[in-house]
């Protein structure tokens, strides 16, 4: 089962779930982070976390820990 | 009144929006009980509407009361005003985003407006405004925040929507599953009548109720929640097909990509691994040294003008109570307020250029590994790092964090940074009391005022691991640290210059009137009864008849020091000597912390009265070191001066601190929290140092 976490820069995911207590995935959810969106991490922060994810056009910053959090599949 | 809510995601160019349609005419507070400022102005277009800038947020479902702000203003709950219109800020470039909120806005059944933002960015990306009013079914007015192009437009539509009298109804764009219908059912029959009696009511109370800290939920609402038992299958339902009508309905709007690489081009710099960080220093580096030496002048400035005023009014005004009063209470009192205003206004205009271009949100980012291993978030650094300048604009920056926990957590540490005002009372210290010896070529002076820097840094950044963990309200949730990194834009002067304006005259008005009339009160501890102790010499005799100038100030100054030995704080420095003997501190020091509450540095301008040689630090500094106890042995020794550094690092002693905590906290909870475990941690600490430092034979 692959995460986010573990995705090589770059390479196009799609989210299939999120993980986690309630709270914290619901706040994932309503940013656009929904099953089926397409996503991928397009840089990393200088010591090695957070991430610079990609998804529907906009740029976030995710920690390492909540990007395992997110099941993707290729 | 008539009242208009203005709503969107961080970084839409709302505010910009707002500053716009006001004119910037705003009354600045607090929601009650929350770190979340209340912005409210009236419209231009028609001043009787007022407009209510309501904090940036992605959703209105809320964990903690400090979110439930956004649906409060927005349905007119729990003492707000039920707004008349609700405009929603949609940033072109993030359409899909932006509009998950303008949904959840219509299901509530308010009658919105959009302003499309950020259009002249999208370019081909940016939808077509008609296609878009066709199908979310409301007026969409295009603005540049930047020209202020459309925002007459969007003002008529706003008075339009206001003077519409047709009842709106709740637009559901999806149909909830068996199961969820039943639950909302449920909790909807148990909603207050004071509520509106809506299904998105209820279902915002089985998305929020639970596992949260909201205020103002009534228990037949909790209840009927419990009952209703909701599950993370809900979110997943009802998140899932909000955005599913989003994507049918609105993404294909976009004819294009939204264009990044312009800041992907900067982006490749400012956050590479050499030389990004090299620049994160550097801009560091600048914004420290305006706020701890450039603002010197200016400050420096205020003082000389305070002064002078002072010096007039003492050449106007007949000498006695009134002419002190009016000199020392209440013209240095407005002058210690307006002296943080440089640092103030710098600090903002800072914070207003780099969160405006979009490199706050890298700061946090480069920073976010560093600042969580004490359990805050990378959008601390820039509070912290202005901490070590003074402890006042510092606090007034954490709201650029976006938590209140955060905020907060951050609040409590800052005044353990070694501000400037630290500085004058350690400069006397190590120069009066400690030897001067060389280790490795490097004076050991020197390398004890570096030692409290690093002192300051280390217990900071313990506390704040240990506040954290200990303090309930501060205990960390698991939520993602998600931050957006917005396009970077070239800064709005207009907004920055205004964001400057606001913060001082929020200052001024809620936090220096607490500064100004503590600084009387501490005045007026330090000056009456304003008699000589019984059996005193006459000094004023003694003064007239003085042969040469040297021996008049020498009777001056040994007379201001018997006064100020009579005062009622100096018989408040004696009362609390049984406390802070364990120390090493005497009864003098003691009224010099008393005096140091002012401001930290007015501790060596106090001491220099008491011990008789008025304000002259280099005769202070030998009277010091020469000062004897009864049976001959120095009266200060280096571990006494170990001991009140210490003390001075870890004590909150600075009632401006703890007035800007109040301001910014909306009560006197977190100030008084701040005050009592700072000075036990002080305490402690300095009985440890002297204690153990005397048994070690020092």
Redesign the interface.
Known sequence: MLTLAEVERHAQVAITAVD?????????????L??G?AVAIT?I??????L?IEV????????KD?AAQIRVRR | MTTVALLGNPNTGKTSVWNRLTGGSAKVGNYPGVTVERRVGPLRKRPTIEVVDVPGA??L?A?SADEQIALDVALGLDGEPRPAVVVVCVDA??L??SL?LLLQVQELGARCVVALTMADEAGA?APNPTDLAHVLGCAVVPVVGRTGAGIDALATAIVTAVDAQAPVAPVVRWQPSPALAAQIATVRAALPAAWPQSDALALWAL?CV???ELARVPAAVRAAVAAAAP??AL??EV??AR?AWLDAQVAGLAKA??D?RRTERV?RVL????L??VIFGAVMFVLFMSLFAWSEPAIAAVESAFAWVGERARTILPDGVVEDFVVDGVIGGVGSVVVFLPQILLLFFFLGLLEDFGYL?RV???M???M?TMKLSGRAFVPMLSGFACAVPAVMATRTMERQRDRILTMLVIPLMTCSARLPVYTLVIAALFPSHTVGGLSTKSLLMVGMYGFSLVTSLAAAWVLARVVKPLRA??????????PYRAPRMRDVVRMMGTKTWAFLREAGTVILACTIALWALLYFPRELPAGAPDYDAQVAAAPSAEAKAELEHARDGALLENSYGARLGHTIEPAIEPLGFDWKIGVGIIGAFAAREVFVSTLGVIHGVGDDEGSLRKHLANERKADGTPRYTPLVGLSLMVFFALACQCMSTLAVIKRETGGFRWPLFVFSYMTVLAWVSSFLVFQLGSLLGY
Request: no cysteine; aromatic share 8%; glycine share 10%.
């Open positions: 986690g207590e309630r709270g914290f995935r619901r706040r994932l959810l309503e940013l656009g929904v099953p969106t840089n922060a200088p010591l090695g976390d957070p610079e529907r056009g906009g740029r976030l910053s995710i920690r909540e | 992605y959703s479902v964990r470039t993030q899909v985003r998950y990306a998305q639970g596992d949260d599950t993370a979110d997943d998140i899932a955005y990509k939204v990044r982006d956050l590479h691994r050499g990004g960080l949100a946090a980012y480069l976010d590994r560093i969580r949730k698991r939520l993602p640290f998600v931050i957006e990194l917005p």
